[in-house]
């Protein structure tokens, strides 16, 4: 065979290879998008937080999951367990997002945009989904002392340094009620965290707790979030 001829037969393979790698993309492509497309005109399946139609449980897998877990017990300690929260302390803190009336870092980087289309109607509806999650244990963080110490503070305060006692809001078991939230469970970082914006910005205003944590020490934050992440489901 002359080089010539086998040079054009050389370069219609690779033309032909080229052809049926493109064509194999575009199918690739199209099955995406109508994959996509499915997902989101299907209200089982769908991530539209605009479509009111859309089952509280379905967003609560499909969207808040990425966050919070598909129970509302995430493993990460920057976002907060929500399964077993009270659900009217739920619908107050969507609706203080949407109305952008919580504005902790987290709060407007993550929630605004999420929750600035939710009805009452969905948000009541998250709130009951994640109040009948059952939380998952959390291994405590801290040594026995510093439990003990955070246990001390909830259930008596710091009298000497003006300190109430968190079991007066939330609880003896630290279970919350109505719209005070539960704490039993939470991660520890978490709730340091809120602890700080109480006491030093106005990220959250509007609420006791900023006068109730203006006295704690940063020792007694660290204390009491160790006790609350120590508490058993």
Same mark, same amino acid.
């Given at each position: 065979?002359?080089?010539?001829?086998?040079?054009?037969?050389?370069?219609?393979?690779?033309?032909?290879?080229?052809?049926?790698?493109?064509?194999?993309?575009q199918f690739a492509v199209v099955l995406a998008l109508g994959t996509l497309a499915t997902a989101c005109s299907n209200v089982e399946r769908s991530r539209d937080l605009n479509n009111a139609s859309v089952a509280p449980s379905v967003t609560a897998v499909q969207v808040c999951s990425t966050c919070h877990g598909v129970d509302g017990n995430p493993t990460s300690p920057n976002f907060p367990r929500l399964a077993g929260q009270q659900a009217d302390y739920v619908?107050?803190?969507?609706?203080?997002?949407?109305?952008?009336?919580?504005?902790?870092?987290?709060?407007?980087?993550?929630?605004?945009?999420?929750?600035?289309?939710?009805?009452?109607?969905?948000?009541?509806?998250? /709130?009951?989904?994640?109040?009948?999650?059952?939380?998952?244990?959390?291994?405590?963080?801290?040594?026995?002392?510093?439990?003990?110490?955070?246990?001390?503070?909830?259930?008596?305060?710091?009298?000497?340094?003006?300190?109430? /006692?968190?079991?007066?809001?939330?609880?003896?078991?630290?279970?919350?009620?109505?719209?005070?939230?539960?704490?039993?469970?939470?991660? /520890?970082?978490?709730?340091?965290?809120?602890?700080?914006?109480?006491?030093?910005?106005?990220?959250?205003?509007?609420?006791?707790?900023?006068?109730?944590?203006?006295?704690?020490?940063?020792?007694?934050?660290? /204390?009491?979030?160790?006790?609350?992440?120590?508490?058993?489901?």
């Amino acid at each position: 065979m002359k080089p010539n001829t086998q040079h054009t037969m050389r370069s219609k393979h690779v033309t032909r290879s080229l052809e049926i790698n493109m064509r194999a993309l575009q199918f690739a492509v199209v099955l995406a998008l109508g994959t996509l497309a499915t997902a989101c005109s299907n209200v089982e399946r769908s991530r539209d937080l605009n479509n009111a139609s859309v089952a509280p449980s379905v967003t609560a897998v499909q969207v808040c999951s990425t966050c919070h877990g598909v129970d509302g017990n995430p493993t990460s300690p920057n976002f907060p367990r929500l399964a077993g929260q009270q659900a009217d302390y739920v619908v107050a803190q969507l609706g203080n997002f949407r109305n952008h009336k919580r504005a902790d870092p987290e709060g407007f980087e993550y929630m605004w945009g999420l929750s600035r289309n939710l009805t009452d109607a969905q948000i009541a509806g998250l /709130a009951e989904y994640y109040a009948k999650q059952k939380p998952h244990s959390t291994a405590p963080t801290g040594d026995a002392t510093i439990i003990a110490t955070g246990k001390d503070i909830y259930e008596k305060g710091v009298p000497e340094q003006n300190v109430i /006692a968190c079991m007066a809001c939330h609880g003896e078991k630290a279970q919350g009620t109505g719209a005070f939230p539960r704490l039993a469970g939470q991660h /520890a970082d978490y709730i340091v965290k809120q602890l700080n914006v109480f006491q030093n910005t106005q990220g959250r205003p509007g609420t006791a707790m900023e006068f109730v944590v203006h006295p704690l020490t940063g020792a007694n934050k660290e /204390a009491v979030a160790a006790y609350l992440q120590s508490l058993p489901d």
